[in-house]
């Protein structure tokens, strides 16, 4: 396994947009890093750069101690994997697992045995005889997988491999993938729109908007300290609520005149966010805000209450459990003070 460090890589395909701009990535070896952001970010560009299928603009990919940018893909000791799964249809999933092997010259036995090795880490070896046809769609990607994990490669890349399953398929997935690199402690690298497979499955992860990075972190500091207001609701679901705001005496006032108590918070604050599991709904004396209820959602597990405050916007409101409530009853929103966010008028966090 090896480190992988993106220095200052940019992408441009026609004219002078930058599909990836100066973005600069260390891996360490063995971890885990997703790569996520909304569609056209760049994510899979980036990834494609990482891999060789997409020239690199400016800048230097170095894997282990090489750098790659002018090395084919299949010189760069990769492996990648893809949502299409790309399996060979008329090859049985031990040829299909055995091919880029045999194409690299590699010994029979050997080849056996790492095929036979990464079919039993996948509980893929009754499955072994099967044509790809035969099999479902989780079954075809994790022989996707074992085509990668008998390469042993310095890294492993993925790009949206749980994105053509269903729901309860890609859950179950989640899982294998995140049990695959415990068991090899491969450095992997992801790229998903999803951000529930990015804080589920990083060490580490990147967020990307419009090609450049908006933060770095360890899925829980995303969660815990987004850097702006991109990342805040790019970050947790249901998203965060965010309503502008204006210092006022011993807090900060609404635009419906309402104020709340927030001692110390920066001057420069225009906007507070409050995640919907730090809303609890309060008597109108402990309020911080007060609306009506517009919409509840049971989930069984949770109850989603959405709010609407006039001339201040809709919150929503994570209730644990199954709580029964009535619609356009009104609603005290208390804020819990320990986690407050606030941003400037540039959408930069602020402390708060
Ligand atoms: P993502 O994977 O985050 O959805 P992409 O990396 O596919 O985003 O695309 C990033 C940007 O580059 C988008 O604006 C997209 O339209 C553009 N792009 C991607 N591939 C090409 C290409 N082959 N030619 C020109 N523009 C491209």
Avoid: W
């Avoid at 560009?45 to 800048?59: D, F, P, S, V, Y």
């Avoid at 031990?94 to 036995?109: E, F, H, S, V």
């Avoid at 989640?174 to 999803?194: F, N, P, Q, S």
Wanted: charged residues 25%; aromatic residues 6%; hydrophobic residues 45%.
């Amino acid at each position: 396994m090896a480190r992988l460090h993106i220095d200052q890589v940019s992408k441009i395909y026609t004219g002078t947009q930058r599909a990836v701009d100066t973005v600069s990535i260390d891996v360490d070896d063995g971890e885990f890093l997703v790569l996520v952001g909304p569609s056209g970010c760049g994510k899979s560009t980036l990834l494609r750069m990482i891999a060789g299928l997409e020239a690199i603009t400016e800048g230097a990919i170095t894997i282990g101690e090489r750098v790659v940018n002018d090395l084919d893909p299949a010189e760069r000791d990769i492996a990648m994997v893809f949502q299409n799964y790309a399996l060979y249809p008329h090859m049985k999933v031990y040829d299909n697992m055995a091919y880029g092997l045999r194409n690299r010259g590699i010994a029979r036995d050997e080849i056996d045995r790492r095929v036979r090795e990464a079919a039993t880490t996948l509980e893929l070896g009754p499955l072994l005889e099967r044509k790809p046809r035969e099999l479902s769609g989780g079954q075809r990607q994790r022989v996707a997988m074992g085509r990668a994990i008998v390469r042993n490669p310095a890294a492993f890349l993925f790009d949206e491999p749980l994105s053509n399953l269903d729901a309860a398929l890609r859950v179950e997935m989640r899982l294998e993938i995140a049990k695959l690199h415990r068991r090899l402690d491969a450095t992997m690298v992801y790229v998903t729109h999803d951000q529930v497979e990015a804080m589920t499955l990083a060490d580490k992860i990147v967020v990307l908007q419009a090609g450049r990075i908006e933060q770095v972190g360890a899925p829980i500091d995303l969660y815990m300290r987004p850097a702006n207001l991109f990342v805040a609701q790019f970050i947790g679901s249901p998203k965060m609520n965010v309503a502008d705001c204006q210092p006022a005496e011993g807090g900060l006032a609404f635009a419906n005149g309402q104020a709340m108590s927030l001692p110390g918070a920066d001057a420069a604050a225009r906007k507070i966010g409050i995640r919907p599991e730090h809303i609890t709904l309060a008597p109108p004396e402990e309020s911080d805000v007060t609306g009506v209820i517009d919409v509840i959602e049971q989930l069984g597990s949770d109850t989603f209450v959405y709010v609407e405050v006039d001339k201040v916007g809709l919150f929503t409101v994570r209730l644990v459990g199954h709580v029964e409530m009535t619609e356009g009853e009104p609603a005290g929103l208390r804020f819990d003070r320990d986690h407050i966010h606030l941003f400037g008028a540039d959408d930069r966090a602020l402390a708060p």
